[in-house]
């Protein structure tokens, strides 16, 4: 939808950011004139909605043109007819505009619901010495702050759409016959580097609302880092399972070939009738060649990344938002109480 305006892409994601920051500045203006007890710590509030709004709608973007020359680059990999390949792609990376229009209704509803009806208070304008913001009384600051909150939630619902779209279209291409190299990886390797895009896409957005606000307070706070949370993690495992699958099937063709192999050496040398130096040495090579072989199939990964550690490292990353969510919880919950008290049984 953003990208059928007629204005540059780029035009259009500042002016939301634009939008965004002038109801939070607006919002918090009414409430705390002059700024005079404003600190540092909120002024950031401020601007963590209207970058993470910038951010979300700039990666909705970023994300669908690597993800047509990734998905480019796999073609060689996926053993299809060209025209069902186009249509899985197709499936992958298109949103339909009826589906993002309810996304926006729905973005709209819930916003709504939480500041209007049930009167839910501001996390962004929330101040130590005023206590939590609510809803203002000011038509048209309320109107442009329910706007705002209707972009933001807006651009989180397309986010997360399009990585569980982009993840079940990419699932469906793991699923398809692919070419694997079992020395070589390089061509299955853009469905470990598309999977990482998204689910990183997704934990940007929860650790910036988790520096930026702090952590959760209110039960629909805890439903949307969870929500984002299992979405960056769906992002990452549930493309990769069909890719792993055959990864798996081409490493045990080839090591039983290899151990068909041994087995033929071993035959041939409890065969030989006297002792001959270089047939003995001709298969005692051959022997060791396939033992060197098989170690080097057994190192390589299951999973289209170069290495173990590079596998390590995505898992990680992919985990980083419940990582540094349980941690800050653990801290709030048993080190801090501590700190304040020593005393305390």
């Known amino acids: 939808v953003v990208e059928r305006l007629p204005a540059p892409y780029p035009a259009v994601v500042l002016a939301a950011g634009a939008i965004v920051l002038v109801a939070q500045v607006s919002a918090h203006a009414q409430r705390d004139p002059g700024f005079a007890n404003t600190q540092p710590l909120v002024l950031l509030r401020l601007f963590a909605l209207p970058i993470l709004t910038m951010y979300m709608l700039a990666m909705l973007r970023t994300l669908k043109q690597r993800a047509v020359k990734s998905l480019r680059d796999l073609r060689p990999a996926v053993q299809v007819p060209d025209s069902e390949y186009d249509r899985l792609v197709f499936n992958t990376v298109r949103i339909s505009p009826r589906v993002e229009i309810a996304l926006l209704g729905l973005s709209a509803v819930v916003v709504v619901v939480l500041l209007a009806v049930l009167r839910s208070g501001l996390p962004i304008n929330s101040l130590p010495q005023l206590g939590r913001a609510y809803l203002s009384s000011d ?19 397309e986010l997360v759409l399009a990585t569980l779209q982009f ?8 699923k398809r016959p ?4 079992v020395f070589d990886p390089t061509n299955v390797l853009p469905f470990g580097s598309l999977t990482l895009m998204h ?3 997704v934990a940007g957005v929860i650790i910036g609302l988790l520096i930026t606000l702090g952590q959760p307070e209110f039960l629909i706070d805890y439903m949307v880092v969870v929500l984002a949370s299992l979405t ?4 990452l495992v549930a493309p990769l399972s ?6 798996l099937q081409a490493k045990m063709h080839a090591l039983l070939h290899i151990h068909q192999r041994l087995v033929d050496c071993q035959a041939a040398m409890m065969a030989l009738e006297s002792h001959n130096p270089d047939t003995l040495k001709a298969l005692s090579t051959a022997t060791d060649n396939l033992i060197n072989l098989r170690k080097t199939i057994l190192a390589q990964p299951s999973l289209p990344f170069r290495n173990a550690l590079s596998v390590s490292r995505v898992v990680l990353a992919a985990l980083s938002p419940f990582v540094y969510f349980t941690l800050n919880e653990l801290i709030r919950a048993y080190v801090l109480p501590v700190m304040i008290n020593p005393n305390r049984p």
Request: no cysteine.
């Open 139 to 157: 038509a048209l600051i309320a109107a442009l702050t329910l706007a705002s909150y209707t972009l933001f939630g807006w651009a989180g619902l």
């Open 167 to 174: 993840g079940r279209g990419l699932g469906a291409l793991a």
């Open 178 to 181: 692919l070419t694997i190299n």
């Open 199 to 201: 689910s990183l896409s």
């Open 232 to 235: 960056s993690i769906v992002a």
């Open 242 to 247: 069909g890719v792993r699958s055959q990864m």
